[in-house]
């Protein structure tokens, strides 16, 4: 069965840091592409970054381009997402998801809240 | 980027209706949809992907219809498991773009 379990999230202050960390496991992590999604308070759904199998490929949405990191280690079957000068509008709770091999977002974890607030 | 459409935004319906959802995207995207259920505090659920293939484990009455820019999720007779809302995501280009949502409600 797959799973997936996002830990790091909290509360930062507006222009800090933070590092989500993704657990995966009932699955060859290393053979799929790995995604990040995101949903602020009350809203949909948005694709934030994903990453290939072996991290030489990498997007991300425009609105964190630059700002945000995306990147794996297969030994330990986690994948990351580093988060640099935090806005407020990036409040939001963030999900990790299994790509299929279609590139759709085939299993996703429970969610980790993060709140950037003064 | 390609926009993603959903209609209805909301709807009311009660057990046992059918029921429709419409996905219409910005440009085309061949088959590359799929179709979300996501229940409140908890993560989206994959129902259909490729447009029309039922996720593993997931009922019969979801179907998906369509290709190139207009797509459909249909329930064809609506569980009480089922109150929640649905997404559309393409996967054709990025950045990847889901669909607003649609909440349905019992009536």
């Known amino acids: 069965e797959v799973h997936l379990v996002e830990s790091g999230g909290g509360l930062v202050q507006p222009g800090g840091s933070l590092r989500l960390s993704c657990a995966a496991s009932?699955?060859?992590?290393?053979?799929?592409?790995m995604t990040w999604v995101r949903q602020a308070p009350g809203k949909g759904l948005e694709w934030v970054a994903n990453i290939n199998q072996d991290g030489s490929e990498k997007y991300f949405v425009d609105s964190v381009e630059g700002r945000f990191t995306i990147s794996r280690d297969n030994a330990k079957n986690s994948l990351y997402l580093q988060m640099n000068s935090l806005r407020a509008e990036d409040t939001a709770v963030y999900y990790c998801?299994?790509?299929?091999?279609?590139?759709?977002?085939?299993?996703w974890g429970q969610g980790t809240l993060v709140t950037v607030s003064s | 980027d390609i926009q993603m459409t959903q209609s209805p935004s909301s709807l009311s319906a009660s057990v046992g209706d059918r029921v429709a959802i419409t996905c219409r995207a910005s440009?085309?995207?061949?088959?590359?949809l799929a179709w979300y259920q996501q229940k409140p505090g908890k993560a989206p659920k994959r129902l259909i992907y490729?447009?029309?293939s039922l996720h593993s484990g997931v009922p019969s009455r979801f179907s998906g219809s369509g290709s190139g820019t207009e797509f459909t999720l249909t329930i064809s007779s609506l569980q009480s498991e089922d109150f929640a809302t649905y997404y559309c995501l393409q996967h054709n280009s990025y950045p990847r773009t889901f669909g607003q949502g649609t909440k349905v409600e019992i009536k």
């Open positions: 490729a447009a029309s």
């Open positions: 009932g699955f060859t992590f290393s053979t799929s592409w």
């Open positions: 440009q085309g995207i061949r088959n590359d």
């Open positions: 998801a299994k790509e299929s091999g279609l590139r759709n977002f085939e299993f």
